[in-house]
């Protein structure tokens, strides 16, 4: 158990230390956020209760209040489904697997502990950012938003699932690369 | 053969892809407190016997150090320090980081990275990424990762590659000292004129087969160089006499 759990840190400080993670950190955390502002003003404006019909500019109407935002998040989808990925086929660059067995010779171990890695990075992320882009999104919305800090029950349960996409989605991406069965 | 204490073993090491036949029954041993030389020209089979001995490559036969395998140590670095060609990290990292990372696999203190680093002359590039690393410098970092653990065991391939002239003397004392210091010293190469100058044993592979093993002074009997025994026993020796008769 011991050896494993410095596997998971061993995979984990591996990730952090990797310059695509801080690019994929500032894509979400502060690219996604601010394009979220945008559109939120740019409803602001229009008003909540703007339709194709009073706005021809609009394709349909907009979401209920507790789902505005939800949009924005697709932004980041994709940089974490390229982040498993990248992460995933890092390690047949410049013989990075070899090291990582010469450090851990088992390679279930190795196996598990990158899945878990990247289980907790992703998840980390993925509710920070997607969070964050409500949140800012209500901020943008202003006085007819909801509490940028609280928000509602059902903006919070699409917060988790929409988290919990993401999540399936990077290490799934970053499993492609590594089985049990290679070695490097 | 016996498996001595703090020796090398490889016993009846097989190998296949498909239908070639890789390694055909290698066994050879690498004694504690000497420099076993790993010779053979490319392709011969090198790499390969040392992936299988570090569990990297799976085979029939035993590959051994002390009498246990790789994959059987919980704290890998701690016992064998390994040294392949290529940085085998993420060149947008640190040297630093690199090894860090590689000492917090194994619980190895960070402090021995300073050390390392300065042990293989690398002190100032402790914040160098590893992309802007020369080749020379490039095979150090590896030697300072391979001792990370201070192992008892250390396996480098071809660890000449890229060095220097002062690289190289540099190399030949320092793995000297290693081999005095009581560790046991498995080095493969293909420069036949570097390991004369260094080594106590000589293993000989070529085509997956051992054609000669033992210590250097019988195995280079009265030819005078390593490089005649080697191409007395290699194929390659009589195919270059052919083409200057």
Redesign the interface.
């Given at each position: 158990m011991k050896?494993f759990s410095?596997?998971v840190?061993?995979e984990l400080?591996?990730i952090t230390?990797?310059?695509v993670w801080w690019v994929i950190c500032t894509l979400v955390v502060a690219v996604q956020p601010f394009l979220a502002y945008i559109l939120a003003k740019s409803y602001a404006q229009m008003g909540l209760d703007a339709t194709p019909e009073t706005h021809p500019g609009l394709a349909e109407a907009l979401p209920p209040l507790d789902y505005i935002g939800l949009e924005s998040i697709l932004f980041g989808l994709l940089p974490m489904v390229v982040f498993g990925g990248i992460i995933g086929a890092?390690e047949f660059?410049?013989?990075?697997l070899?090291?990582t067995?010469?450090?851990?010779?088992?390679h279930i171990q190795v196996f598990g502990g990158k899945v878990i890695a990247l289980l907790v990075c992703t998840t980390l992320l993925s509710l920070i950012t997607i969070w964050a882009t409500i949140s800012i999104t209500h901020v943008g919305l202003g006085e007819e938003g909801l509490h940028p800090l609280y928000l509602s029950t059902i903006a919070w349960q699409y917060i988790f699932f929409a988290a919990l996409n993401r999540k399936l989605f990077s290490p799934k991406m970053g499993m492609g690369g590594v089985s049990p069965s290679g070695?490097? | 053969m016996t498996n001595q204490p703090k020796n090398i073993v490889i016993s009846h090491v097989h190998k296949r892809h498909g239908n070639k036949e890789i390694l055909k029954d290698v066994s050879f041993e690498a004694k504690q407190g000497r420099i076993t030389a790993f010779l053979g020209p490319n392709g011969a089979g090198k790499s390969s016997t040392l992936?299988i001995l570090?569990?990297?490559?799976r085979s029939t036969g035993t590959a051994t150090f002390g009498g246990r395998k790789?994959?059987t140590?919980?704290?890998?670095?701690k016992v064998v320090g390994?040294a392949?060609?290529?940085?085998?990290?993420?060149?947008?990292?640190k040297v630093k980081?690199h090894l860090?990372?590689?000492a917090?696999?194994?619980?190895i203190p960070n402090s021995r990275v300073a050390e390392v680093l300065k042990i293989v002359g690398l002190p100032d590039k402790v914040n160098a990424r590893?992309g802007t690393l020369s080749l020379g410098e490039g095979q150090r970092l590896g030697l300072a990762?391979a001792l990370l653990g201070n192992p008892q065991y250390l396996v480098l391939d071809e660890p000449t590659n890229g060095l220097d002239p002062t690289g190289i003397r540099w190399f030949r004392k320092f793995i000297r000292q290693q081999a005095d210091l009581g560790k046991t010293v498995l080095l493969s190469s293909h420069l036949l004129s570097e390991v004369e100058a260094v080594a106590d044993d000589v293993v000989i592979i070529d085509h997956g087969k051992i054609i000669a093993t033992g210590e250097l002074h019988q195995v280079m009997k009265n030819l005078e160089s390593l490089e005649d025994v080697f191409f007395s026993l290699t194929e390659e020796g009589e195919a270059i006499d052919e083409n200057f008769l």
């Open positions: 050896t410095r596997t840190r061993f400080i591996k230390s990797s310059r890092s660059k410049h013989h990075e070899r090291t067995l010469l450090c851990q010779s088992s070695s490097g | 992936r570090l569990g990297l490559d790789y994959v140590f919980d704290t890998p670095l390994a392949f060609d290529g940085i085998g990290g993420n060149l947008s990292r980081t860090k990372i590689i917090q696999s194994n619980g590893l990762a």
